[in-house]
């Protein structure tokens, strides 16, 4: 290194303020507390509006589509049939029953076809409230059919019960009670209770006197929509007056034994219905219905008496032990409602659905409140911990990604083992926090970031600086001290201070740019850190602050493109007009180092110390002694891949070492030629040190002398003649030398 004179010493310090041990652990905490805030505040916001009911739509908007994905090709139950009023079957009845609705004899002929195939109950989802005539004798339509219905001795039938709103015209009729041979046929036993929701009935529809007499059972047949206006869920039992009667999905399946009711649930011949909060339950919905139209049954009613039974249409045998639900599917019917399914579903198919539900314990189980808080709490603690604590962007941007997506498949999943999971709560929780949490990031990270893209900047390369601006938190802290394994690089201007003492100040600012700027390229392109500008000499380091696996190989390879570079600036020089050859000496050495800032309270410069730094400045000072441009260490060159030629220069020990320490020279290798010429010439070299190391200096002198005239050639003849001049006998192997390094100034 040339001699430093003290105008001549320019150094550029990386000023940050004091962050020490005590400053980063208050920061941690800091970071911590506003962490539990976020979390704490998402929770329970999120949790509000949930309480609030405020996710009832969206959460039916999930529920929907996952229904369509998991159950529109699920079939119903075997063991249930639907027979449905239908367009055809409207247009086909029409010459012979006359426009909707039909005359009840009509459902007589019905349930004369279905007895045949001895089918386990029939369901009407038709009521039939009031006598066809309004006179003390009953029509003959309506008799046919009670006579039918009493014969089949399985037929439910429908009945209604609702709230209507009290007016002048029906303020008698409201709150009337039942008849009691109703209630006491029908009326379901309940031991326990459950919720019954909202307003009581004060209206009823049944059948009328003669039908309801004959049939085995009613049902209430309304259904009431959820708050988006789509039929999801029923209440199982309907109430009147302290009365239950069930709906026509559950009825068939009341064996006359009581119902115990509980809060959450209703157990009912063997089984158990799951219910939500509310008392609902939500019904597991099937894509495919084992479905006829009530034409097709006539017209095979019509061959069965005409005597033509080989080629029906429909066989009574297809309902054998079946549950059979007849309702209507046809506009006219008026009876189509929006579900998970379909916008246009039957409303007999909400019956069927519950019916097939119960015989293959096919039960929906509905969300658990409590459950759906702890997700809601668990989403926002994910994606804030996530967002708090990863370092790379991309990791903050996945953590509410990979939250919500995996909730969603959850949810999804649930379907798949009939349970139902609420999605909306747990979702806007993830994104509540990803707000919340990006939000933090901009106000102080984005500080942090700009705090070490300036610190930076001018420093390493944008590959390194964007890594540190990803990683903010982690580089903004860094001057607190820590040891790594790095690479370090001193390079010096020859005869610097010859040339600064016969030029005009302009003359060597002009050349020290030039020089500067054409050397630390090839560091910052290879990821290296510019430390400091000392004079005519530049100190830059790998491996700090970021990490790097290939640190040697970084700054060996810089170090070749700096030699190359030479010819680049004394190019530009020499257009300045300066009459200046830059000759440069680079030593580069590796091993573990500490890193942090170092100075005053006021002025602090991020670098590295210790004896890897002092071993590298030493390298370069007697690059003249061995005339070559590059010398590295012997622990640089173990970490080089085997492609880099390097040839040995020489075994030295070092000022206050005992251990001495190899050195090398690297070879260009910036293309083939080059580096098949330089390991041809390593090689030989290499060769020719190691018959030197051993005393066999006659071979080593003729190895040597193989070489193209170098100054490392003419040292080593001169050792080896040197040598056998004295007498000293092949074969005999010599202590490793000792030359002892130069001692240069110390490095700041």
Known sequence: MA????????NLPVVIGLSGATGGALKKHQKILHAVLLISAVFLLTASLYLEGLFVKPEGIFHDAATRLERLGKPVSSKVAVVLIDEASLRALNPIAGRWPWPRAIYSDLLEFLAMGKPRAVVFDVLFTERTNATAKMDANDAQLAAATEKFGSVYHAMHVLRDEEDETNRQILNQPMPPDFVDRFAVKINGAFATGGAPSNSFYIPFKELYRAAKGVAVVEFSPDADGIYRSTRPLREYQGKFFPVPGLAPFMTGGAVEASPHAMKMG????PLDDDGKYTINVYGKFSEYSISGLFASLQMIRAGEVEKLMVSPSEFKDKVVYVGGSAVGVEDLK????????????????LASNFIEDDFLFPPNRKHTLVATFAAALLCLSGIFGLRQFWQKVAVPLVVMTLWAAYCVHGLFVNAVYEFVPPLSSALFAGIAGFGYVALTEGREKGKVRRMFSQYVSPEVLKVMTENPEQFASIGAGSKAEISVLFSDIRNFTTFSERSTP????DMLNAHFSHMTEPIIRRHGTVDKFIGDAIMAFWGAPVKLENHAESAVMAALEMKRQMALVNEEIKKKGIDFTVKIGIGVNSGDAIIGNIGSEKKLN?????????????????????????????????????????RVLDTVRVKGKEIPVRIFEPMDCHDEES??????VAALTNAAFAKYEIGDYKEALELY??????????????????????????GVRLERRKRTLIQPEETP
């Open 506 to 509: 302009e003359q060597v600012v």
């Open 270 to 273: 063997g089984k158990t219905i």
């Open 606 to 646: 991020y670098t590295v110390i210790g004896d890897t730094v002092n071993l590298a400045s030493r390298l370069e000072t007697i690059t003249k002694t061995y005339d070559v441009l590059i010398i590295i260490s012997e622990t640089t060159r173990a970490k080089l891949r085997d492609d880099v030629p390097c």
């Open 338 to 353: 929006s579900t998970s399914i379909s916008s246009r579903t039957p409303g007999v198919f909400l019956h069927a659905s």
């Open 705 to 730: 002398n193989r070489l193209e005239e170098c100054p490392l050639r003419e040292l080593y003849v001169k050792r080896c003649e040197n040598a056998l001049a004295t007498g000293k006998q092949p």
């Open 3 to 10: 001699e430093k004179t003290g105008p001549m010493v320019y």
């Open 675 to 680: 580096r098949r010429k330089s390991a041809e």
